[in-house]
């Protein structure tokens, strides 16, 4: 079958994984209608269908491509999680999209880095008891580029006034701090935060362990192995 091409930056959204006092993660994703568009666009929209059914009680999505050189229907299948808003429709959209990666859609966002946004007092809304992003603050992607193993290997994240938040590569701004800690302890919290790293099973345990180690965020060794953990775990 023809190879469905990577990801533009505009078919790629943020959404936020958990928000800090003083920053957030994000993670990047793709939306059904981007399968839907690449399906058109790769195979024809005749050469493909999608199907639904209930199996152990679990919704999956069937994604069948007609492959022109076996003269076969080729079929890739993958369940859906409830959404917190539209149970039917949020796990019927899920499923479809997981489907989609099956096929090989926007794959290459499992290689995505760790990514930390850096935040502002007032880009932090703590109405409800807990942090939240301030509805105000949005953020898209404006730039990315792959290597030949089809890998994230740039990538630049702007806000919704334009100003460039997030790039791969680069350091981040830093918050402030009262002094700078020594090499010697750089290197001691370093080891102590590999091997806690090592232990994690989600991006849940990786959140802990990056709160853990606040003075270890600017440091370019501790966001490689939070980027690597990342890419183990093969979070979307």
Known sequence: MKEIRLLRADEIECRVQSVKSNGCVLLLYKDART???LLDETFGNGNWQRSHEVINGNLFCNIDIWDVDKKCWVRKQDVGVESNTEKEKGQASDAFKRAGFNVGIGRELYTAPFIWINLT???????????????????????????DKREIVELEIKDQAGKVRYTLGAEQPKQKTAKAPAKSEIESHMKQ???????????K?????????????????????????????GTK
Request: with cysteine.
């Open 35 to 37: 399968d839907m568009n």
């Open 193 to 203: 935060a590999k091997e806690a790293i090592s232990k994690c099973k989600s991006l």
């Open 205 to 233: 345990d990786l959140m802990v362990v990056w709160d853990t180690f606040k003075n270890l965020q600017g440091v370019a060794e501790f966001k490689n192995e939070m980027t690597n953990a990342k890419k183990r775990l």
């Open 121 to 147: 007092a007032d880009e932090v809304d703590n109405s409800k008891g807990k942090p939240s992003l301030s509805f105000k603050v949005k953020f898209h992607v404006s730039k990315i580029g792959y290597n």
